[in-house]
């Protein structure tokens, strides 16, 4: 069946400093590929999609490109804010009509 | 306007009760689902209704039963309440319930089993 494998968190950074969130999938066919966000006591915000290969979906300074070859979706921001400490998701939308989700992975960043 | 509601936020009870939770979308869309966030905030699907049809129904409990009366309401009974039900319920939504079809998330509901 699909699944989504996300690197473990916490990610832990500096203000300004250079981040990537890991998103590698298994799915039959061509997926649709997502990052979404939740913020403390908040339900999950959709940041960025993706619907085919060698697309970039982008949104807020976060960027993500669908790499078939590799099965990845990374997340990346060249200069992360406090504000953007959240936990973030990655998940596909397959032949199986539902959102399969990876574990998330928390970001926190520091002044 | 909230485009996807859930009420109650917070529900505390005891074990054995019953409870529902309620779901409301504003937004036109076709397909609303449940999903359960652990307290390692691991998302699993559980329930999905397309205009009113029951499509995905995951390995959950049969303690645990959706209801749709219209394509804008989700809501979900829960019978005899377990220490293990502790988690919170997200309602959602899209468009359809094929690829690439984005979802709406409410803000949800924890759910804590004393």
Known sequence: ?111 | DTAVSQTPKYLVTQMGNDKSIKCEQNLGHDTMYWYKQDSKKFLKIMFSYNNKELIINETVPNRFSPKSPDKAHLNLHINSLELGDSAVYFCASSQSPGQGAGYTFGSGTRLTVV
């Open chain 1, 1 to 111: 069946g699909d699944s989504v494998t996300q690197m473990e968190g916490p990610v832990t950074l500096s203000e300004e400093a250079f981040l990537t969130i890991n998103c590698t999938y298994t799915a039959t066919g061509y997926p649709s590929l997502f990052w979404y966000v939740q913020y403390p006591g908040e339900g999950l915000q959709l940041l960025l999609k993706a619907t085919k290969a060698d697309d970039k979906g982008s949104n807020k300074g976060f960027e993500a490109t669908y790499r078939k070859e590799t099965t990845s979706f990374h997340l990346e921001k060249g200069s992360v804010q406090v504000s953007d400490s959240a936990v973030y998701f990655c998940a596909l939308s397959g032949t199986a009509s539902k959102l399969t989700f990876g574990t998330g992975t928390r970001l926190q960043v520091t002044l």
